[in-house]
T-cell receptor, first 114, second 114 residues
Framework: AQKVTQAQTEISVVEKEDVTLDCVYE???????LFWYKQPPSGELVFLIR??????QNEISGRYSWNFQKSTSSFNFTITASQVVDSAVYFC???????????FGAGTTVTVRA | KAGVTQTPRYLIKTRGQQVTLSCSPI?????VSWYQQTPGQGLQFLFE???????NKGNFPGRFSGRQFSNSRSEMNVSTLELGDSALYLC?????????????FGQGTRLTVV
């Protein structure tokens, strides 16, 4: 069975602070894919990043960065210099090869105060 | 390029009734999947269709069904509604297998069962 754990339920920060969201996953597969999605109040899930299990390179995209470590089964996400517009629920998800679905973590609500 | 369109956006139904939700994927996308989001259970996978074939189904009772048409549009149906079916139902489309590509989500249909 596969499982995604986001231990942080809520995080509240002041604008310009950095925020790191933790994601720990469990799977017995050697080929799998990891994702981060953002859900603003409007409801739709916005894709942020996809990583396959063979690519452990960390990635930076603007103020966003991701740290993928297979040794600890973690795929953490950092928002640098947070802004009010970053306020949303963030989901980490896992997909197995040939499974055709995403298994989501419980989500972390991020509130950025001005 | 138009995004994933879900209709209706909001729905109120009475226990025992049935409901049909619609999803129009991004043009060219052949995979459509459905997820139920509730405060208690989080995001749970319902089913996935590709070229009119259901490839995977989540752990939901038979009251939940779906289908996909030749133009890739999809509908899901819930019969004999229960109070616990109140949720945000999200549709996602992708050009191929989720994992190999990212999934794009619609804004969802918020179903309230009274």
């Amino acid at each position: 069975a596969q499982k995604v754990t986001q231990a942080q339920t809520e995080i509240s920060v002041v604008e310009k602070e950095d925020v790191t969201l933790d994601c720990v996953y469990e799977t017995r597969d050697t080929t799998y894919y990891l994702f981060w999605y953002k859900q603003p109040p409007s409801g739709e899930l916005v894709f942020l990043i996809r990583r396959n299990s063979f690519d452990e390179q960390n990635e930076i995209s603007g103020r966003y960065s991701w740290n993928f470590q297979k040794s600890t089964s973690s795929f953490n996400f950092t928002i640098t210099a947070s802004q009010v517009v970053d306020s949303a629920v963030y989901f980490c998800a896992l997909s197995r090869s040939n499974d055709y679905k995403l298994s989501f973590g419980a989500g972390t609500t991020v509130t950025v105060r001005a | 390029k138009a995004g994933v369109t879900q209709t209706p956006r909001y729905l109120i139904k009475t226990r025992g009734q049935q409901v049909t939700l619609s999803c129009s994927p991004i043009s060219g996308h052949r995979s459509v999947s459905w997820y139920q989001q509730t405060p208690g259970q989080g995001l749970q996978f319902l089913f996935e269709y590709f070229s009119e074939t259901q490839r995977n189904k989540g752990n939901f009772p038979g009251r939940f069904s779906g289908r996909q048409f030749s133009n890739s549009r999809s509908e899901m149906n819930v019969s004999t509604l229960e109070l616990g079916d109140s949720a945000l139902y999200l549709c996602a489309s992708s050009p191929g297998q989720i994992g190999n590509t990212e999934a794009f989500f619609g804004q969802g249909t918020r179903l309230t069962v009274v």
